[in-house]
């Protein structure tokens, strides 16, 4: 997790040393992180799934160490607040609530927020203080709401006809995720309906 925090430190600091301290450095920065951090969700999003789908030493691995994957993906893209934090420095406060405002009070700051949330909760003691029901709820929401909007930014770019082929990977790439992860919840309860019992807590749909 640290290494991870340093690694996206030494990136943005690197793109910035190559292009200096500018806006446009610094969104470079945000992007390649972004997009780093992006396949680190990912797998913390189909740990479960895929290893109920396809269960090997990559799938058990990815299992175990879920929270690895999303503490990862949390510092890569938690990078959004010193990178957001210096252009705000940068131009200006009211400037840049005029540039991203429309962005951060429905969507991003929400879901920042949420990101803070389960990366501040995702110790054994913070699953205790919560309850288990409580801190499910806030980690399965929360990473829908991920999903959700790293699929707005990405669709949004098709749609204004900006979209790279990186862009459609990265679609698809959701697409597959989701629906992964919605047949085997499915798969799951239908065999808890055929088995007629109930089946273990850590494969029911509810473990985010
Ligand atoms: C305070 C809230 C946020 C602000 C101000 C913000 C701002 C930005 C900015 C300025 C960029 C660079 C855009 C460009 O390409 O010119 C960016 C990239 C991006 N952000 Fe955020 N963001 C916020 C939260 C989020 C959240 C919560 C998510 C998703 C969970 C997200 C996902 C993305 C994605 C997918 C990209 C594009 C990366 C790429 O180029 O592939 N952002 N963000």
Known sequence: MLYNVALAWAIATAIVCVEG?????????????????????????VARP??????????????????????????FHLMHYPIMGTIAALRGAGSWWDEYGDFVRPNGGPIM?????????SWNGAQRVLGKTLWSLIHTLGAYAVWSLFFAVYLSRIDDGVG????????????????????????????????????????RSSDP
């Open 50 to 75: 895929l290893h109920d789908l396809a269960r090997n030493r990559v799938t058990t691995w990815m299992l175990a160490n879920r929270r690895y994957l999303g503490l990862s993906f949390a510092a």
């Open 164 to 203: 790279q082929p990186y862009t459609y990977v990265y679609l698809a790439t959701l697409v597959l995720a989701m629906t992964l992860r919605l047949a085997m919840a499915v798969r799951r309860e239908l065999r808890v309906l055929m088995a007629g019992t109930d089946a273990p807590t850590s494969t």
């Open 21 to 45: 301290m500018n806006e446009e450095a610094l969104l470079d920065a945000l992007r390649v992180l972004t997009r780093i951090g992006f396949w680190w969700f990912v797998g913390a999003w």
């Open 113 to 121: 927020l949420a990101i803070t949330i389960m990366a501040a909760t």
